[in-house]
């Protein structure tokens, strides 16, 4: 049985009680554009920080770092993204695995194949990206292309690609198999 939660910080931390109030993934990515070194070494102290009070807990697994880029469209995203450049995604994404690994936990890199272009939140509605593949592959996608080696596990947005696939990506040979 593994124990799992939505553990981000910000406005997305379940257990708060007795918890460290960790920031926003944003609030992070913020510091990049001043010190990117003391944006990734603050992106692996606070994964590390989380997870040891997790773990600490009984907790085997945050679904965490969220890896989608915030667009400034996403009613779902916003604030728990680092950023809305791919590229500081991916480097601070990064830091905060290596955290988590440091502490013990495994990451969960979500919402593949990318939620920060659509504005539903996919908590109550079906939202539908109309983009083809290739410009979901050259945007929302590096992350995960960045990560998959690193990362434990992917969490998989509930996002209808019409142009790619008729099924959401959840349910899509062509997102989960192909």
């Known amino acids: 049985l593994l124990l799992c939660v939505d553990q981000e910080g910000g406005r997305v931390q379940r257990f708060r009680d007795g918890f460290t109030r960790l920031p926003s993934l944003s609030s992070i990515g913020s510091l990049w554009k001043n010190s990117p ?16 009070e997790l773990l600490m807990c ?39 695995i290596e955290g988590m690994k440091e502490a013990g936990m495994h990451s969960c890199i979500k919402h593949f194949p990318g939620h920060g272009t659509v504005e539903e939140d996919s908590h109550f509605a079906l ?12 945007s929302d996608l590096k992350p995960f ?32 198999q192909d």
Do not use: C, N
């Open 145 to 176: 292309r960045d990560l998959v080696e690193i990362a434990s596990s992917v969490m998989v947005a509930h996002i209808l690609f019409p142009e790619i696939d008729e099924l959401p990506a959840g349910f899509s040979k062509v997102w989960m």
């Open 37 to 52: 070194e003391k944006a990734a070494q603050t992106s692996r102290d606070i994964a590390w920080l989380m997870a040891a």
């Open 58 to 96: 009984g907790v085997d697994l945050s679904f965490a770092p969220v890896v989608d880029a915030d667009l400034g469209v996403s009613q779902v995203i916003g604030d728990r993204s680092f950023s809305s450049d791919y590229g500081v995604v991916s480097s601070l994404a990064r830091y905060y």
């Open 127 to 138: 939202p539908v990206d109309k983009r083809d593949f290739d410009a979901v592959w050259s």
